[in-house]
């Protein structure tokens, strides 16, 4: 009985989390659940108030920069491979057509659009340490692109945390964000990076809201922006994810932002997965394992699902990570 509950919850979510599924409105009783989440944050968050002064230190800030001065290429393209040790890849390339970008690591391949103006991008090298090619391709015609420039090289890591631990295209952000700026004052008020965790989590599940419009209407190729979710107060699963991973990341704790599928209505979605150390409560029913990557979903747990709801991940299939 219990689990048909709990694929019912699912399955609830799923619909009303339009931007990852179908559209839907919120039910009185899912409000009702979002009601009692909130309650049991608001309990977890009592050890996290403002008015105390944590033994938490905040690591430097770890960045994502492209060299013009070390990038190769041609008179379209510049790739930047001088930080693939820091876990990331740069490219800046001019074209009059639509460009993509391959980051190729054995069987996996991560194809992203790429501005044509000449804009410098970050991307992570998600697959870790190992052989890499790199691919910019401009649109020939059609779906169809042809190769402009590519590279491989083989890639050692100054640590596996590295691609997590800094911001790219998926989850921009700098040392003047205002995500970034938010985290740290979070930061200030805690003794551990349990605490920080739990924080973080509060924060981004009292402060935002799904947005069922933006679902609807959003486009092929969409990026978030941290800030302005922040800003606006509500977004998609895409803009929870990189919210957490910027605010986590930009305090030193390794933070993934993973696409992939929900079951058991194979949902289009995207989560966190981050790393810590320690073992402790996040909150009053979510509990890290140390040493260990833990599952987050904030845009489930902000509107209407508890933590049992991603339960031991196996309804979780991972696709890719950035």
Known sequence: MQKRKWIALLAALALLLSGCGSPAETSSALKQTQSALQGSLAEAGKSQSSDKTGAFVSPPFLDAVFHADAAEGNDSVKLDLSALQDGYVAV?????????????????????????????????????????????MENVVDSKYAELYSAERSVALSDDFQPFLRPSVYVPYSADSKCVQKAAELASHVDDEIELIGAVYDYICRSIRYDTQKASTVQSGYLPDPDETMKSGKGICFDYAALSAAMLRSQGIPTKEIFGYVSPND??????????????????????????????????????ANDKFIGDGSNYADLYWY
């Not at 639509?98 to 054995?106: A, P, S």
């Not at 996996?108 to 340490?129: A, H, K, M, R, V």
């Not at 320690?278 to 833990?294: A, H, K, L």
Request: hydrophobic share 35%.
């Open 267 to 304: 949902v289009y979605h995207a989560w966190n997965m981050f790393y810590t150390e320690q073992s402790g409560w996040v909150t009053v029913s979510f509990e890290t394992r140390e040493d260990d990557w833990n599952r987050m979903d904030a845009t489930f747990a902000a509107n209407g």
């Open 92 to 136: 800046s390339a001019v074209s009059e057509k639509r460009m993509k970008f391959q980051v190729i690591c054995g069987d996996e391949t991560y194809t992203y659009n790429l501005s044509s103006d000449g804009e410098p991008l970050i991307f992570p090298l998600s697959c870790g340490s190992g052989g890499y090619r790199f691919r910019v």
